[in-house]
Nanobody, 119 residues
Framework: QVQLVESGGGLVQAGGSLRLSCAAS????????MAWFRQAPGKEREFVAA?????SVKGRFTISRDNAKNTVYLQMNSLKSEDTAVYYC???????????????????WGQGTQVTVSS
């Protein structure tokens, strides 16, 4: 079982930056594939970025992980109003060292953190 707690959301002006953090419980963090998704009001949850166990990354913002701290980060630069959403951290216990793009692939979710970009 993994518990995920996001932090770092808030209000930022368009063109600004934010760094989100997701702290995970448990001793096997390094064995999980991690990702960030977001969901805006009235829209489906969408993929933002993911990182594999070995550190391969994919996404529109920069994702990174620190296995010593059981934490995954999302660095978001040049933010736009359309980036406004609740951002969720997700974890997948992976036997395959890959990147997963679908929300249904992930086993554990955080409670989300609100990001609001003002224009």
């Amino acid at each position: 079982q993994v518990q995920l707690v996001e932090s770092g959301g808030g209000l930022v002006q368009a063109g600004g930056s934010l760094r989100l953090s997701c702290a995970a419980s448990g001793r096997t963090f390094s064995s999980y594939s991690m990702a960030w998704f977001r969901q805006a009001p009235g829209k489906e949850r969408e993929f933002v970025a993911a990182i594999s166990r070995s550190g391969s990354v994919k996404g529109r913002f920069t994702i990174s992980r620190d296995n010593a701290k059981n934490t995954v980060y999302l660095q978001m630069n040049s933010l736009k109003s359309e980036d406004t959403a609740v951002y969720y951290c997700a974890a997948k216990g992976a036997t395959y060292n890959g990147i997963y793009y679908r929300a249904q692939d992930y086993d554990y979710w955080g409670q989300g953190t609100q990001v609001t970009v003002s224009s």
